[in-house]
Nanobody, 120 residues
Framework: QVQLVESGGGLVQAGGSLRLSCAAS????????MGWFRQAPGKEREFVAG?????YYADSVKGRFTISRDNAKNTVHLQMNSLKPEDTAVYYC????????????????WGQGTQVTVSS
């Protein structure tokens, strides 16, 4: 299990920006696909963005969110721009070994989550 710690959530007005970060305690970080999922109240957890050798995005966030990683620092970031009230959710960092399954699938190691609230 990879230990993951998220940071950067908070309250922002619609149209604003936030940057989430996730630090991983894994010596072989570069062999992991990293992703962000989110769960809104009363809804199932859903894929938001992922990065391995390529980047992947949910249709709902394409053009607004950008995922990036720094393998030297074992970190992954999610830059969220043009935020909407429907982006309100708990955001979870996810790690899964590259080659173990689709990056959009809900499995692997998880962080504790960070709350993002977008007010209208």
């Amino acid at each position: 299990q990879v230990q993951l710690v998220e940071s950067g959530g908070g309250l922002v007005q619609a149209g604003g920006s936030l940057r989430l970060s996730c630090a991983a305690s894994e010596r072989t970080f570069s062999s992991y696909a990293m992703g962000w999922f989110r769960q809104a109240p009363g809804k199932e957890r859903e894929f938001v963005a992922g990065i391995s050798w390529s980047t992947y995005y949910a249709d709902s966030v394409k053009g607004r969110f950008t995922i990036s990683r720094d393998n030297a620092k074992n970190t992954v970031h999610l830059q969220m721009n043009s935020l909407k009230p429907e982006d309100t959710a708990v955001y979870y960092c996810n790690a899964k070994r590259i080659g173990t399954g689709p990056i959009q699938r809900d499995f692997g190691s998880w962080g504790q989550g960070t709350q993002v609230t977008v007010s209208s």
